[in-house]
Every structure is written in C-alpha cells, then in structure tokens.
C-alpha cells in the first residue's frame, strides 16, 4: 500500500498501486470486506491519469459493517487498464460495467463485456471524461 488515511469516523482510504488492486482485494476480502458498495473514477486530464476509486464493506461482520474502505489506484488515460476484482467480488460486475462505459476503464482477466448503459455501437470519448465533447449537430438550438 501507498498510503493510508483516516477520511472521517468510520472512513478509511488507501491508495495503492495498480498492478497491486487484485493483491489488494484478496486481502480485504480475507479480512471480511465482503461487498462493493461502488466503483466510480475521477478524470485528471492535465495529468495524464485517471483514479479508479471502490467503495467497500462488510456485511458479515457487524463492528466492520459501520466502516467504509476506500480503496484508490491510478490508471494512464492513454491506457486506462486495471484488473477485474469479479473473482474477488462478483457483485462488482456491473459497477465495472458502468465505468467501463463511463470512464473508458479497461477490467482486463474478464471475458469482453457488453455495453450497460450506452448503445452497443456508441463512439467516441467516454461521456464522463472532461474530455468528452456534446455533439450538436443535427440538434435546433
């Protein structure tokens, strides 16, 4: 682990490296961090880099029930690829879904997944990449 820190009562983040996350999760898995809560990410355009933030916790320990884990990494924009956490979590599935769609994430040790929220035949930037440009042709204004 990079770094860990305190965020509020009951919240705790570590940042890790990338080639670290399925490492990462097995671990936290072991210690009954048994659910995702969510996988977002955060787009850092002027530096080159994307974070990828889970949200975890526990259901099967009560006393860890009342902790958030976050757990944060980062990915190239150019090459935003990151293992998959289904083996660890399959709940995860979706949220990796949606980031993929998002965000333009890359869960490589998976087979291809299929679109969840945009068309299949979407192109283009990823809609929430601050990148991502409206398209308005075609569109009276």
Same mark, same amino acid.
């Given at each position: +682990?990079?770094?860990?820190?305190?965020?509020?009562?009951?919240?705790?983040?570590?940042?890790? $490296? %990338?080639?670290?996350?399925?490492?990462? #999760?097995?671990?936290?898995?072991?210690?009954? @961090? &048994? /659910?995702?809560?969510?996988?977002?990410?955060? &787009?850092?355009?002027?530096?080159?880099?994307? $974070?990828?933030?889970?949200?975890?916790?526990?259901?099967? $320990?009560?006393?860890?029930?009342?902790?958030?884990?976050?757990?944060?990494?980062?990915?190239?924009?150019?090459?935003?690829?990151? /293992?998959?956490?289904? %083996?660890?979590? !399959?709940?995860?599935? @979706?949220?990796?879904?949606?980031?993929?769609?998002? +965000?333009?994430?890359?869960?490589?040790?998976?087979? #291809? +997944? %299929?679109?969840?929220?945009? !068309?299949? &035949?979407?192109?283009?930037?990823?809609?929430?990449?601050?990148?991502?440009?409206?398209?308005?042709?075609?569109?009276?204004?």
């Amino acid at each position: +682990m990079t770094r860990v820190l305190l965020t509020k009562q009951n919240g705790l983040s570590i940042t890790v $490296d %990338a080639s670290k996350i399925l490492e990462t #999760a097995h671990l936290l898995k072991n210690l009954k @961090f &048994d /659910h995702v809560i969510s996988v977002t990410a955060t &787009d850092y355009p002027e530096e080159n880099r994307i $974070d990828v933030i889970y949200h975890v916790s526990s259901f099967e $320990d009560l006393e860890l029930a009342k902790t958030i884990l976050e757990i944060r990494t980062t990915v190239s924009r150019q090459e935003p690829n990151i /293992h998959t956490l289904v %083996a660890v979590w !399959p709940s995860i599935e @979706f949220l990796e879904r949606e980031t993929t769609d998002l +965000m333009g994430i890359n869960f490589g040790g998976r087979e #291809a +997944m %299929a679109r969840l929220l945009l !068309p299949e &035949d979407f192109e283009g930037e990823p809609p929430l990449r601050k990148s991502y440009t409206i398209r308005t042709e075609g569109i009276d204004a």
